[in-house]
């Protein structure tokens, strides 16, 4: 089970973390590498627990640059159970008897207790070699295997030349190469905006003070640091809304494609704009919500009129990448889809329920809704984590979808099959091994 023992007698919360600091860097360093290989170990045994990490590509499906798409359900069932009998349970019967399965469970942060950025080590080694700059920390590694990723680095397809296709011309964008890449595609605001969003600032755990996770003072960490070439290369943090730590839920970088059909941003924080997130994230995300340890830290004030308004016109021209199989209306051109893809089509649009918030032709509502996956597991610690009720999600679009795995805001569901196995549960849709295989295959051509 992985669980922590319930907490003891209850001690002083405060929202605020410490601005002094209490110990010479040089000795929380050594501190923090001794515990280092604990700390990995124990998540390293919580995703084994959960989870078949094998690397089990589907036969001839491939992301937009060719990366195979993982196949088959990799969360592990209770023993003595299978899908279809949990899909007969009522979610009272489930919770009592245990049956949830702990994949289907909130996933802890590597390291919960404290949280902070981790990036994975194919951005890390392109970041070092193009601009000398260490996204390493030396706390804490990345977690999930390489192959379970979204590809990398991602083509970058623009609203305004679709006639270019990628433009990143196989190129991880950063602040040493993006003049090159784009002078004469894009306007000079736009190109601005891009330059800013390829530019490092100092963030929680890489800047200068002597409490960071890096080990040599840093410049920080850019947008697409973690929204790699306008996508995502999962990068995952914690979110900075809620206190106390063990409620604050790991978050998977969301890719930026299509965020100009978008009308809600942040996982749930609801923010209004692209603009009102672009502030947000230099604000408050990059510093976990702490107004003030973000003056130590230096934060960036971006200006709203010239800088921010640059930065998301252009992550407004981001386009979802081409779906050859959609007509203008996002719904599969009879012609050249397959039977089992339109047989998909039709559950995804009645039986499964999955266009009810997922409505073409960009497949989200733009609206938040609350699952409570919390009907199905008794409240429980799990190395650190709350496992408890998550409330209320925005719908993300499912344009490009076998592009972005993992899946959910957390990433808890690593492959589509999957997260059709969870939806198939929690909105109890009773779907027939047939029907899921169906609904996965149109999932993969949207």
């Not at 491939?62 to 979610?91: E, F, N």
């Not at 990059?286 to 107004?291: K, S, V």
Request: aromatic share 8%; hydrophobic share 35%; net charge neutral.
């Amino acid at each position: 089970m992985n669980a922590d023992p319930p907490p003891g007698p209850e001690t002083p919360r405060t929202s605020y973390l410490p601005v002094e600091d209490k110990e010479p860097f040089a000795e929380l360093m050594a501190r923090l590498k001794a515990e280092k290989p604990a700390v990995m170990k124990r998540q390293q045994t919580l995703l084994e627990e959960r989870y078949d990490l094998a690397n089990r590509p589907a036969q001839g499906v491939t992301m937009s640059r060719g990366k195979p798409v993982q196949a088959g359900v990799r969360v592990k069932l209770p023993k003595g159970t299978t899908w279809d009998a949990l899909a007969a349970l009522a979610p009272d019967a489930i919770r009592e008897q245990g049956l949830w399965p702990r994949g289907f469970m909130p996933l802890p942060h590597a390291k919960q207790p404290e949280g902070g950025m981790v990036f994975p080590k194919f951005q890390i080694d392109e970041v070092k070699r193009q601009e000398g700059r260490d996204l390493t920390r030396f706390d804490l590694d990345f977690d999930l295997p390489d192959h379970l990723l979204a590809e990398f680095p991602a083509p970058i397809y623009l609203t305004t030349r679709p006639d270019l296709g990628d433009v990143s011309k196989g190129q991880l964008v950063t602040i040493a190469n993006f003049y090159e890449l784009f002078n004469g595609i894009l306007t000079p605001k736009q190109l601005e905006g891009l330059r800013l969003l390829v530019t490092p600032f100092p963030q929680m755990q890489f800047n200068a003070t002597a409490d960071r996770r890096s080990e040599r003072a840093s410049m920080g960490v850019a947008c697409f640091d973690c929204h790699a070439n306008g996508h995502t290369n999962n990068a995952f943090h914690l979110t900075g809304d809620a206190r106390p730590q063990e409620f604050r839920h790991r978050v998977d970088t969301p890719t930026l494609r299509g965020v100009n059909i978008q009308r809600l941003f942040g996982s749930q924080r609801a923010l209004k704009t692209v603009e009102d997130f672009t502030e947000f994230e230099q604000r408050g995300a990059y510093f976990d919500g702490d107004i003030v340890i973000a003056v130590k830290k230096g934060v960036n004030i971006l200006d709203r009129g010239h800088q921010v308004h640059a930065m998301s016109e252009f992550q407004e021209i981001l386009d979802f990448p081409p779906a050859p199989k959609l007509a203008v209306d996002g719904r599969l051109d009879p012609a050249k889809a397959t039977p089992q893809e339109l047989r998909g089509e039709q559950v995804f649009h009645g039986k499964g329920q999955c266009a009810t918030c997922h409505a073409p032709p960009y497949y989200t509502d733009n609206l938040m809704h609350n699952l409570r996956a919390e009907r199905f597991f008794k409240p429980q610690l799990i190395n650190g984590r709350m496992a408890t009720a998550d409330g209320p999600i925005k719908t993300f679009p499912l344009r490009g979808i076998k592009d972005s795995p993992p899946y959910l805001h957390d990433g808890r569901l690593l492959t589509l099959e999957d997260t059709v196995e969870f939806f198939n549960l929690v909105l109890g849709t009773k779907l027939t091994a047939q029907e899921k295989a169906d609904l996965t295959a149109f999932l993969r051509v949207l």
